[in-house]
């Protein structure tokens, strides 16, 4: 049930990470295309708009050449129509301004807009572009063992990227063969090596959930243990460690875990001393 509640907790801890420039460049696409069709939409209504400016110009046009044809109307007759339709003008006319001072505005902001998503996804679609097209001019394996030595060996080389995609497609390839758990657990790898512990948990989650028996799993504990200390999550680090001391008694990984836990208590005892005596100073 703890393995559960771990894992539940990498993927919350995941879901949160709502400040990356990803979730922001997303944000700013949608806001611009929402811009967009309020461009459309004025547009259109500047469309619908002009002609009825051509009719109304026409129409006072023909109104006032027919003034002397209209004699046996009243001067006061010919000076309410005449008035009516040179404001009935004038309204459309405003329209027409808004509508432009609108247009600006959006075209201003939209342009804003291109220009910071383009700040924030220019180098890193670069990046994943060159990766990409590494990918695709590597020699792959077929056997899947070699081809997950070749993924770990571009983990190992800092070759972040690329090796993402390669334990991708391996995931892709073989989704049953029982690497996969080193393979997520790579996946895992290339984010805590770009310090990056929010995307590092929810990789370490999956393995923690779904390969519980893999040479990975415990080192996906200890791997957690890590970041949510990076995180200032000690009670989560603390939990994590515990788990795997718990779990995998007899690992390497659990040695390690042993160590630290240990460091962490020692800190946590210290910090809660510390209060302590802060707290009765000022009472005295």
């Known amino acids: 049930m703890k393995r559960l509640t771990i894992a539940a907790c990498l993927t919350a801890v995941f879901a949160a990470a709502c400040f990356y420039p990803a979730s922001r460049g997303k944000a700013l696409e949608?806001?611009?295309?929402q811009q967009e069709q309020e461009l459309k939409d004025l547009e259109q209504k500047l469309a619908a708009t002009l002609p009825?400016?051509?009719?109304k110009i026409d129409e006072v046009t023909k109104a006032l050449e027919s003034l002397d044809k209209v004699s046996h109307q009243s001067g006061a007759d010919i000076s309410v129509r005449l008035q009516r339709n040179v404001e009935e003008l004038a309204a459309l006319r405003g329209q027409v301004e808004i509508y432009l001072f609108k247009i600006a505005e959006l075209e201003k902001a939209l342009k804003k807009q291109d220009e910071t998503v383009a700040d924030l996804q220019g180098s890193d679609a670069g990046k994943v572009a060159a990766?990409?097209?590494k990918f695709d001019e590597l020699h792959k394996p077929a056997d899947p063992k070699?081809?997950?030595?070749?993924?770990?060996s571009k983990m190992k080389e800092g070759d972040y990227?690329?090796?993402r995609q390669l334990y991708d497609d391996f995931m892709k390839k073989w989704p049953r063969d029982p690497l996969n758990g080193e393979a997520r657990f790579g996946r895992g790898e290339t984010f805590y090596a770009e310090d990056k512990c929010r995307e590092a948990l929810a990789e370490y989650g999956k393995v923690i959930a779904d390969y519980p028996k893999s040479q990975s799993a415990p080192n996906a504990y200890l791997r957690s243990g890590d970041c949510f200390g990076r995180l200032k999550m000690k009670d989560e680090a603390r939990l994590a460690l515990e788990e795997l001391i718990k779990n995998y008694p007899r690992s390497e990984a659990a040695k390690e875990g042993k160590a630290r836990l240990a460091a962490l208590k020692k800190t946590k005892a210290s910090s809660d001393k510390t209060k302590k005596s802060a707290t009765s100073r000022k009472a005295q």
């Open 52 to 55: 009825k400016i051509d009719e």
């Open 146 to 152: 070699m081809y997950l030595a070749l993924a770990d």
């Open 30 to 33: 949608d806001k611009a295309a």
């Open 161 to 163: 990227l690329l090796a």
């Open 131 to 133: 990766a990409r097209h």
